[in-house]
């Protein structure tokens, strides 16, 4: 049984610090700990050596910078649902972001966390890939930006190199003229991982029911999250109707590869992923209907 005697851990006070530490030894980076340290309980991660990066306060924020919104690596899940700027302009992320457990852990874990465990049902992620979404990470030499698509290589594998810590997640704002929503299946309320999770964001166009542009990304159903490529191509320059929403619903099958596990089987998560993106092109017909 690991206790704390086993625990070797460091807490720099600054980012600067923070690289540093990581650039000179091999520590597992934890932030909020709501995913590590179970982990560790169950014994599955073995790592003793701990960089601690909670005290960094300069990556908690939530800021607009013209067209887009920065989220600093650090800001709280609470924060992140409970965010004025957050629901206005990105509301599937806000949605996600409130949904992903217990009061403790929304308020103590990240939204870098909640990417860098690299689970296929964070439940921050769809959102980011449907905002097309990037992820800035730093080291003693730079920082880069990676494309959210292009972060997630694989089942927990990463586009992150061993000296580099994630700092912030960035997007486009949302406008007017879009809509979206996040939605996940879990097998209870609370502690939950998400069982299949959908996240979908479409653009209107002039006419009644009419869409121009459409993402979807669905969680837990493949060993990264998936956009539903063939699903968008359906939404994309035409009238929202049944006959188009039960296409794109079903052709959500050929984009995903689930596997049956404790939460579920394949063939189940399968027919809930339609479930959900059906119900979900529902309810934003139904705004978009509301708000002509």
Known sequence: MIT??????????????????????????????????????????????????????????????????????LTSLTDIAESREVRRFAPPLAQAAGTIGSIQVTNKGTIGGNLGNASPSGDCIPPLYALEGRVVVASLTGRREVPVRDFFRGYKQLNLRQNELITEINFKKMGDEEDGLFLKHTLRLGEACSVVSVCMWLRRGGRRAEFVDARIALGAVAPTVVRADRSEEILKHGILDERRIEDASQAVTGSISPITDVRGSAEYRREMAVNLTYRGLHEILARSIDRK
């Open 4 to 73: 704390l005697y086993d625990i070797d851990v460091e807490s720099p006070r600054t980012l600067e610090e923070a690289l540093q530490r990581i650039n000179q030894t091999r520590r597992r980076v934890i932030a909020g700990g709501t995913d590590v340290v179970i982990q560790m309980k169950e014994g599955v991660l073995a790592e003793r050596k701990l960089l601690n990066i909670y005290q960094l306060d300069e990556l908690r924020y939530i800021r607009q910078d013209g067209e887009s919104l920065r989220i600093g690596a």
